[in-house]
């Protein structure tokens, strides 16, 4: 900018500038802050975020947001990092964690830290988000130092100021050889602190301590059908659920009392069993009995004139699912008659000589009727009717080839009296008093084979006329 600039474009200018600064420095601080990835992490590695304790390999937080990072199985892997990271404008302000094998996982080589493992032959415990473990006062903990002893003997520290412990190997024969103890009788606060075990080779693996006197809302028995076994409200305590039969448990069957004195889930709930309402589509098949509760069952039933193709009854299971699918009905039907030899079928009135029947098979309660060719007889049922069954109530008749009754001749009987004849029978005449057949040889009239007689029979004639 020149001297020689009129004032008021010189204030002009200046103005702009200002302007133009404040314009991009307003932009600059309305920039919203990023937030932070945490990503590729140990498989052994937890988080927890706002409460919610998750295993995963990527988690991504708005800026200003913590989480809290520790391995799976506590002492069992030995942590490094920090166990609270914060989000800072796309970064975190903590070392990021990872989890290292110790001896147990290892077996037992001494170039690793060593195993952490905890006793509770009293109280009660819960793990921190952090990694730290909390102790329900009055508890008595045993922290075992797993690191096999001829390599020699490890050592115990601590960071608490309230008293001595006393360490040293276990003396179960199972356990003296590789667990080096420190013993913690009736924790107290003052107890809370970092417990360190140092290998003879200088490697090490800590623990945190938190004795607190933490109570998690009183559960009250559960009310029917629910049934529960509450332990107590502390910290590290639990409530085991479970559900008669015919119900479900809808919910988590054990939760515990944490650290921060929320239980890990809520009550559960039991939700009877109930099978869907069966409904028929085929109008044909009819529910005689509905219970679709467990154990209930569905009895099925055919319309008159119907079989049933499939179960006649299911049952609810108790996972809500029948065990069976729904039957069919289908009509029951006889197949068509066949007409006998030298007969034939009578239906609707009409006879008929069919021979391999006729229209098709016949539905539930059909009558068909049998009849003979003149000089037959009919042997069996002249009538049947299609049964439930698929099958006719008789077999089908037969005709046989028989002569008829002839009569008896004025003024005589005839012997045999029968109602019909068989091919070959014969016949005689005798006549009433005063009466007598020809003189002259006659012979006696046959059935024959056609059911025709071969001759009438004689007359009777009078004696006046002989």
Not at 8 to 33: D, V, W
Not at 230 to 254: K, N, T, V, W, Y
Request: net charge positive; hydrophobic share 30%; with cysteine.
């Amino acid at each position: 900018m020149t001297n020689d600039m009129p004032n008021a474009a010189r204030l002009f200018f200046l103005l702009l500038l200002a302007t133009s600064g404040l314009g991009h420095a307003k932009q600059e601080k309305e920039k919203p802050e990023r937030g932070c990835k945490l990503e590729g992490l140990h498989p052994l590695v937890v988080v927890t975020y706002k409460n919610i304790t998750i295993s995963v390999d990527k988690i991504t937080v708005p800026h200003g947001d913590k989480v809290a990072v520790r391995c799976r199985e506590i002492g069992m892997y030995k942590f490094i990092g920090d166990p609270l990271l914060h989000c800072r404008n796309g970064g975190w302000n903590g070392k990021l964690p990872s989890c290292i094998p110790t001896t147990i996982i290892s077996n037992f080589t001494e170039d690793v830290p060593p195993t952490i493992v905890f006793g509770l032959p009293a109280g009660s415990a819960a793990v921190e988000p952090s990694g730290a473990f909390a102790v329900f006062p009055g508890s008595i903990l045993h922290l075992e130092c797993v690191f096999e002893r001829r390599f020699g003997n490890p050592e115990w520290t601590w960071t608490s100021t309230f008293r001595q412990y006393l360490t040293g190997w276990a003396i179960a024969a199972s356990e003296r050889d590789w667990k080096y103890r420190l013993s913690i009788y009736y924790a107290k606060t003052q107890d809370s602190g970092v417990y360190t075990c140092t290998t003879p080779r200088g490697l090490t693996n800590s623990v945190r301590l938190h004795v607190i006197d933490v109570h998690c809302p009183t559960l009250n028995p559960p009310a029917p059908p629910l049934i529960g076994k509450i332990e107590g409200a502390r910290m590290g305590q639990s409530a085991a659920f479970e559900c008669p039969l015919g119900h479900r448990l809808e919910g988590a069957s054990r939760i515990t009392c944490q650290y921060n004195g929320v239980w890990s889930a809520e009550v559960p709930r039991c939700d009877a069993i109930v099978c869907p309402n069966v409904e028929p589509e085929n109008a044909k098949l009819q529910v005689m009995e509905h219970n679709n509760s467990y154990g209930g069952r569905v009895v099925f039933a055919c319309m008159w004139g119907h079989k049933l193709s499939g179960p006649q009854s299911i049952r609810c299971e108790g996972d809500g699912v029948w065990n069976g699918s729904m039957p069919t009905c289908s009509e029951i039907t006889c197949p068509s008659p066949i007409a006998p030899k030298s007969g034939r079928i009578l239906e609707n009135e009409r006879p008929t000589t069919r021979r391999r029947g006729g229209r098709g098979s016949r539905k539930v309660g059909a009558l068909v009727r049998f009849l003979c060719l003149p000089g037959h007889q009919l042997i069996g049922e002249a009538s049947v009717i299609c049964t439930e069954n698929g099958t006719w109530s008789h077999q089908t008749p037969v005709c046989e080839v028989r002569c008829p009754y002839p009569g008896d001749p004025p003024h005589g009987r005839i012997a045999p009296l029968k109602f019909w004849y068989k091919p070959g029978d014969n016949i005689q005449v005798t006549c009433s008093p005063g009466y007598v057949t020809p003189l002259e040889p006659v012979k006696k009239p046959t059935c024959r084979e056609n059911g025709m007689w071969s001759a009438p029979p004689p007359p009777c004639r009078s004696y006046k006329d002989v």
